[in-house]
């Protein structure tokens, strides 16, 4: 990769540069290939909350797999162009992220559970990319719904971010803000390591623990 081409896919465009995108959406799910859970989910008493953990696939399936999460969806977040497709979000000209839509029970799991598993799963002191996928589709981002999630999310990465420096790790280059937007990324994608059980996962965390107590 040249030079040039890594700046470009590192560094966020302008809204100006931006791709415009469409009005149709790419994609709107019915139910969860694994849990078979209907969408859209039912009820008041649930919470939403947003990850970007590098590739969506891996992540995805971490969140589906905890107690008290209801439904997951992946898609594209954060950015400017509106109904995006894959290969628009990785030309790096939609600012976009990929993100995981992960809906809970609040009465069931305790959010700091989820930002556990956030935490721990990917590594989140890279930048714009995670291990060999680069560009700024795999930064690492929190995208919350309220303010008690916001402070949850920064009272976890102050302290996760002391743990990784004593195990001599950077500083935590996550962003953490209220989510802006988010749109279903296409249907193959959804659930992918449940229906491609031997697909590609590039997780693995830094291998240091958060401990919540």
């Not at 162009?81 to 976009?96: D, F, I, L, M, Q």
């Not at 890279?126 to 719904?145: A, E, F, K, N, P």
Request: proline share 4%; charged share 25%.
């Amino acid at each position: 990769m040249s030079l040039l081409s890594f700046l470009t896919k590192t560094e966020l465009p302008k809204e100006h540069d931006a791709l415009v995108g469409r009005e149709e959406k790419i994609f709107e799910p019915l139910s969860h290939y694994v849990n078979k859970n209907t969408y859209p989910i039912e009820g008041s008493i649930f919470e939403k909350v947003y990850f970007g953990m590098g590739c969506f696939w891996g992540a995805e399936k971490y969140m589906w797999e905890i107690e008290g999460v209801l439904f997951t969806s992946v898609g594209y977040g954060d950015g400017f162009t509106k109904n995006p497709t894959y290969e628009e979000v990785c030309s790096g000209r939609t600012a976009h992220n990929e993100i995981v839509e992960v809906i809970f029970d609040p009465n069931k799991i305790e959010f700091s559970i989820l930002l556990k598993a956030f935490w721990e799963n990917h590594d989140p002191t890279q930048g714009m990319r995670q291990g060999y996928d680069i560009g700024t589709q795999y930064r690492s981002g929190l995208y919350v719904t309220n303010q008690k999630q916001m402070e949850q999310a920064l009272e976890t990465k102050k302290a996760y971010e002391a743990i990784l420096a004593n195990n001599g790790f950077k500083p935590i280059t996550t962003e953490i803000k209220e989510i802006k937007n988010f749109f279903f990324a296409e249907e193959y994608h959804q659930q992918y390591l449940a229906k491609n059980p031997g697909g590609y996962c590039g997780h693995g965390g830094c291998g240091i623990k958060l401990d919540l107590s």
